[in-house]
């Protein structure tokens, strides 16, 4: 009886079954279990004395199954194949579903160092796909892909936010420009581009949206964005999940064909691209996709074109260009976004490997989601940090929000002096435009500081619960928030934040999470819970911006802001602003 | 064709019989990865300036003759491992040669420069399976990859080269190897691997073609395929 599979086994082997292709059959009888994978492995240089890294013995997990069941010798002779050591039990998958999903990004880098042509990282994705199939996955890519078949993006945004979000970002551009023609228009019938973007930049950094509709306005382009479909990434590349794959690809398609655009634009994301320019089309079943681009090939376009002018001295600061695994490896695009780097900024210095043997940020793979494995994969990154910091570079720019994120994470981790940006950032820093489309102020473009609000005291009038352990924070914040012109109270940890919310009832609390004593999590979940204080809008101002996943896995509204220190004084307001305004206009 | 002992008649027997029965494995074993559906690629070339199909399978069948096209061939460590794989394979490919010309044409392997170039080869990748079971037995981490198939197999080849060669210094008269036993053993043991190749590690050559014709297609077609280094 204690061999005896458990139900979630034999639903896997099932699965897998359907899984199969030559392609796949290939890689799974190729391994020669030679070890020349190891040392590609951005996890193994990490932890070079725990050998279960080594991409073959990831990939063995699911060669196990298939050979058991599928392979004449491992059929009749299991133990001589290695395929008597399958799963058996439910605590079997969750050792399996730590290999899976906490020991690998599928950044693709061992495939490409395999002499036998095994793709290791689509073997880890078929065993991420197994185990989510009977429900056996980190909670952080259940709310994800749960958010995804549920509200059609990955991050839970309401259409109601995402609207509200493209009309304050539409609303900045006029403040900056002096006009309003350079507003985003939703819904556009008929215009020839349908923009796509990544979720994280309408919940975490609207600023891409409105740098890109600038860049959209200069180029005298036809474009609009969508009210469903919008969501360029696909939380089936990560769990595994063709089925939720496919049907988020497919919502995409869908609109733009609806919107009877020429072309999709997908913003600067790497599984984004991959997945709704590549797999999804495979997923979803398209027999003739329409065209698709990255958003750095539409810039690069309109430069070359000469449909937008850009000065590259107004990015003078030495940079380096980080490849996303997704866009590189998995998509031959790495020349494209050097070529338009090279034509916005002054000096970028190349790290080694890099293109299509670059190491993985640690972000990729829905790493980010899974706080669980966020100290083992903060230590995975160290290669990279070795590379970015051997180039000497003040910015390092890549074109994907999970590397961004990722890359963030690295550098507040170790300690590096440089900063994370997009090319879209840049494009629109260096876009010089014509004497008609030059904005009547001084404001530059690309510039977000929030005019309108930072001229008339944009806070006034309200209260602010600021919330750090850390004096010097406390003090940064309320200085920045009372010369918005709000009153400003505070408390050190969580007890004090909660009670003196009760109490005073502010229009905002700005949170920190890492707090001795009841930390931020604890004390948000309980401001959450309170009848008097559930109301209130919490900004969440944190140095750990790894730990957004805990805090949007708790069971209840997630917060309506979210800040990695240390902030910039002008979004902290504009964020402030819109989140008291946005919940001002709900309660009206 | 030429006089030989009746038991060594028979294990040439034996031996031709065994590469007929690996043959059909063979053929079975390739209808059986085509019974699978060929997964196909819909979306457009990854990239138009670089995306090629059949450039990425070029490049993807030939990489292992070109060291430098892979991170793990291309450091230092691991190019000794290719070389290593290099002679290994070469050895294989003496051994095969030899099993079947010493069963047609013995006198053509004594030919001193045919003769010494297989002894060469042979004896070379001998040695190079001692390295190779050393370093599958004492390095951690290939004990912790390897089935009783990868030691089996990798042993099996180790006696067949060290047979070998034996063989082919009694073909040439040298090194006091007189009996004709030791090709017996050879041409049973020859039997034998031919027999349990198609159900061991040793097959990965017969999937070879597929898997790099496969991912070559599929990163060829994306773009990624070949390599680009900057």
């Not at chain 1, 939720?244 to 634009?265: F, H, P």
């Not at chain 1, 944009?458 to 709000?486: H, M, N, Q, S």
């Not at chain 1, 004090?496 to 930390?519: F, N, T, W, Y």
């Not at chain 2, 053993?185 to 691997?193: C, E, G, I, K, M």
Request: include cysteine; hydrophobic fraction near 40%.
């Amino acid at each position: 009886m204690a061999n005896q599979k458990t139900h979630k086994i034999k639903m896997m082997e099932e699965q897998l079954a359907k899984k199969l292709n030559r392609q796949v059959v290939g890689s799974l009888v190729g391994c020669v279990h030679c070890g020349m994978c190891d040392e590609s492995c951005h996890y193994v240089l990490a932890f070079p004395d725990d050998h279960k890294m080594t991409p073959s013995y990831k990939a063995d997990q699911v060669r196990k199954l298939f050979k058991a069941n599928h392979d004449w010798t491992g059929s009749v002779f299991p133990w001589w194949v290695g395929a008597d050591k399958v799963p058996l039990s439910d605590d079997d998958l969750e050792t399996l579903k730590d290999i899976a999903f906490g020991t690998c990004t599928n950044c693709r880098r061992c495939t490409l160092s395999c002499p036998m042509g095994v793709d290791t990282a689509t073997l880890n994705r078929i065993m991420r796909g197994l185990l989510s199939h009977v429900g056996v996955m980190p909670e952080g890519v259940r709310v994800v892909s749960k958010d995804q078949w549920e509200l059609g993006n990955q991050m839970g945004v309401l259409k109601e936010d995402y609207l509200d979000t493209l009309g304050w970002m539409s609303e900045e551009l006029e403040e900056d420009l002096g006009h309003d023609k350079a507003a985003i228009l939703v819904e556009k019938k008929g215009a020839k581009v349908m923009y796509c973007v990544n979720p994280r930049e309408v919940k975490y950094d609207p600023r891409t949206i409105k740098e890109a509709a600038l860049i959209f306005w200069a180029a005298g382009e036809d474009w609009t964005m969508p009210t469903e479909g919008w969501d360029n990434t696909n939380f089936g590349l990560f769990s595994g999940d063709d089925g939720l794959g496919g049907v988020s690809a497919k919502k995409l398609y869908d609109k733009a064909r609806e919107l009877g655009v020429d072309k999709i634009v997908i913003s600067e994301c790497g599984h984004g691209f991959r997945s709704t320019r590549c797999e999804g089309v495979n997923w979803a079943g398209e027999g003739e996709p329409m065209p698709m681009e990255s958003s750095v090939m539409t810039m690069l376009n309109y430069v070359k074109e000469g449909r937008i002018k850009v000065d590259p001295t107004k990015n003078p600061e030495k940079m380096t260009f980080h490849d996303s695994c997704n866009n590189a490896r998995s998509c031959g695009f790495y020349e494209e976004p050097r070529e338009l780097l090279k034509l916005v900024s002054m000096d970028l210095q190349e790290m080694y490997p890099n293109r299509a043997e670059g190491f993985c940020c640690t972000g990729g793979g829905g790493a980010m989601s899974m706080s669980e494995y966020t100290p083992r994969r903060l230590e995975s990154g160290k290669i990279k940090v070795d590379q970015i910091r051997a180039t000497g570079a003040e910015v390092v720019v890549t074109s994907c929000h999970n590397c961004v994120d990722g890359l963030n994470d690295l550098i507040k981790h170790y300690g590096l002096d440089c900063e994370v940006k997009q090319l879209v950032n840049l494009v629109a820093n260096a876009l010089v435009l014509d004497e008609a489309k030059k904005p009547a102020e001084e404001a530059q473009p690309g510039d977000i500081a929030v005019t309108k609000v930072a001229g008339e005291e944009p806070l006034a009038g309200r209260k602010i619960l600021v919330v750090d352990d850390e004096e010097d924070v406390r003090l940064f914040l309320t200085t920045v928030f009372e010369d918005a012109g709000a009153e400003v109270i505070t408390a050190m940890d969580g007890n004090e934040a909660v009670s003196m919310a009760r109490e005073h009832q502010p229009d905002l609390i700005s949170l920190d999470l890492s707090m001795p004593g009841k930390d931020g999590v604890e004390a948000f979940v309980e401001l959450r819970k309170t009848p008097e204080t559930e109301e209130i809008p919490v900004c969440v101002v944190t140095g750990h911006p790894e730990f957004r996943q805990v805090i949007y896995d708790r069971p209840v509204a997630p917060p309506e802001g979210y800040l990695g220190k240390p902030v910039d004084e002008d979004k902290l307001v504009a964020y402030a602003h819109h989140i008291i305004e946005h919940r001002e206009e709900k309660a009206n | 064709m030429h006089e030989v002992s009746p038991a060594l008649h028979t294990a040439e027997v034996v031996h031709w019989i065994a590469l007929v029965v690996m043959a059909i494995v063979y053929t079975l074993r390739i209808r059986w990865l085509l019974s699978f559906n060929l997964g196909k690629d819909k979306s457009a070339p990854g990239n138009p300036t670089q995306s090629d199909k059949k450039r990425g399978v070029r490049y993807s069948l030939f990489n292992v003759a070109m060291p430098w096209s892979m991170e793990s061939t291309r450091k230092p460590k691991g190019f000794v491992f290719y070389l290593s794989f290099v002679i290994f394979h070469l050895g294989v490919v003496a051994g095969i040669t030899l099993a079947f010309v010493s069963t047609i044409a013995p006198d053509f392997l004594r030919f001193p420069a045919v003769g010494w170039t297989m002894m060469f080869f042979i004896v070379a990748a001998f040695l190079v399976s001692l390295y190779r079971i050393a370093r599958r037995t004492l390095r951690p981490l290939m004990r912790l990859i390897s089935t009783p198939d990868d030691y089996f197999s990798l042993i099996m080849l180790t006696v067949w080269f060290a047979i070998g060669a034996a063989t082919q210094a009694h073909l040439m008269g040298i090194w006091g190897v007189t009996s004709d036993v030791v090709q017996i053993a050879y041409l049973y043991l020859t039997s034998f691997f031919l027999l349990y190749v198609p159900f061991s590690k040793i097959s990965h050559y017969l999937y070879y073609p597929f898997t790099r014709t496969y991912i070559g297609r599929a990163l060829g077609h994306r773009g990624s395929y070949p390599v680009s280094r900057g």
